[in-house]
């Protein structure tokens, strides 16, 4: 057991997020020496098989919101919390491969973390823990390269972790979990430009915000101390209403959270004991349905897929399985999820970021680990992965943690 991982899971968390390093991620990263040494032990002894247990982001998002889609994803960004930086990928949309392009500044090393595209897909944003701002670039329609938008960054809460974008491009919302508020913004349609939407919102339900995600109605935002989702009203305007907490459980510790395409149906994933949580939408407040067991440990990212078949599955990362691993659910009609079935591949080092491109075709995985992103190809009827092909994000120190794509 690392350092620290017998103190309450409050105190835990706190500490870690008062550097601006989220507390799953601090955990991970303690754990990489206990890591290894079980890996290398696994190999002589011959007697670890493939885990089963999952752990879960953004998609494209943690990726972690269904923001407006790209047509193509003709570009993919990596936020790099270890270096401070924007790694930008050009992606063959027939094999999905990926050629790294360059990197940009993103703000304080140790910073980067949630990103998130914006209108029709031109501009990308992505949160810095560190510094407390959202930085704002205009994304190259030839070339996919980052340029930043007039007036960027913009000043968030402290500790912000997480950017979700209505999909109708009109707000943004920053999750702070150094101070438990929320940012607002609104979208310029024409410049991809933020602005603050009046002062953060507080909320008695939040404590320690730690993702969200958006329909054009309602944010969702799981709180790790409370072990809850709160369901927030969004006016026409953008402002945010009181809004209705759904517990999920002694002991949970949510974090990333995705929507389906459809907005009906809400998946977030603990970062503490391992479960996916599977809620219904109705019409607004959340409801817990189900929960399921693929891991018994902590989660990094989360994605969802809809094949050229029609078939949807979930993917999550079991960031500090043995070996690192993803696990594949299928999606059944009313959003229930299949048994779990666990993909390991040696390109695969703490995963974190999961996400899917708009064909439902290839799934890319950050790898804080190894300072890589690996793409793995979707069989269309089943979901199985093919074997992943990492690409370097620059360095093996870049720490990349979410996925989001571009045109």
């Not at 972790?161 to 349609?189: C, K, M, R």
């Amino acid at each position: 057991m690392a350092d620290g991982e017998n103190r309450p899971r409050d105190s835990r968390f706190n500490r870690d997020v008062a550097d601006g390093t989220p507390g799953w991620l601090t955990s991970a990263l303690r754990s990489l020496p206990t890591l290894a040494a079980l890996t290398l032990w696994c190999a002589l002894a011959g007697a670890c098989g493939r885990s089963i247990y999952s752990s879960a982001s953004s998609s494209s998002s943690p990726t972690a919101t269904i923001t407006v889609s790209p047509t193509s994803g003709n570009f993919l960004y990596s936020s790099n919390f270890g270096d401070g930086k924007v790694a930008e990928f050009a992606r063959n949309v027939t094999t999905g491969a990926l050629t790294f392009k360059s990197a940009v500044a993103a703000g304080s090393v140790n910073g980067p973390m949630g990103i998130a595209n914006g209108p029709s897909a031109k501009f990308l944003y992505v949160t810095n823990s560190a510094d407390g701002n959202v930085r704002e670039f205009k994304i190259n329609s030839t070339t996919g390269a980052l340029t930043a938008i007039g007036g960027s960054p913009v000043a968030a809460g402290s500790s912000p972790q997480w950017i979700a974008v209505t999909p109708n491009a009109q707000f943004a919302y920053v999750a702070n979990s150094g101070d438990g508020t929320i940012s607002p913004y609104t979208v310029d349609a024409t410049t991809g430009a933020l602005t603050a939407n009046g002062s953060a919102f507080s909320s008695v339900l939040l404590k320690t915000p730690a993702a969200a995600v958006a329909s054009n109605s309602w944010l969702y935002v799981t709180d790790s101390a409370k072990g809850t989702i709160v369901s927030f009203p969004i006016g026409v305007t953008g402002t945010l209403s009181a809004g209705t907490a759904t517990s999920l459980g002694t002991g949970a510790m949510p974090g990333p959270v995705i929507m389906d395409p459809l907005g009906t149906f809400v998946y977030a994933t603990d970062q503490n004991s391992g479960l996916v949580y599977f809620l219904t939408v109705g019409t607004g407040v959340l409801t817990l349905v189900a929960l399921y067991t693929p891991s018994i440990t902590g989660e990094g990212g989360v994605a969802i897929a809809t094949t050229p078949l029609g078939s949807k599955f979930i993917f999550v990362a079991n960031q500090l399985a043995v070996p690192p691993s993803i696990t594949m659910f299928f999606v059944y009609g009313d959003g229930t999820l299949g048994p779990p079935v666990p993909f390991s591949d040696p390109s695969l080092g703490l995963p974190t970021g999961l996400i899917v491109d708009p064909t439902g075709s290839f799934l890319y995985v950050a790898n804080q680990g190894k300072g890589t992103v690996s793409r793995f190809s979707i069989d269309a009827t089943t979901g199985a992965l093919g074997t992943g092909v990492p690409v370097l994000t620059e360095s093996a120190t870049s720490k990349p943690l979410y996925l989001s794509f571009g045109d």
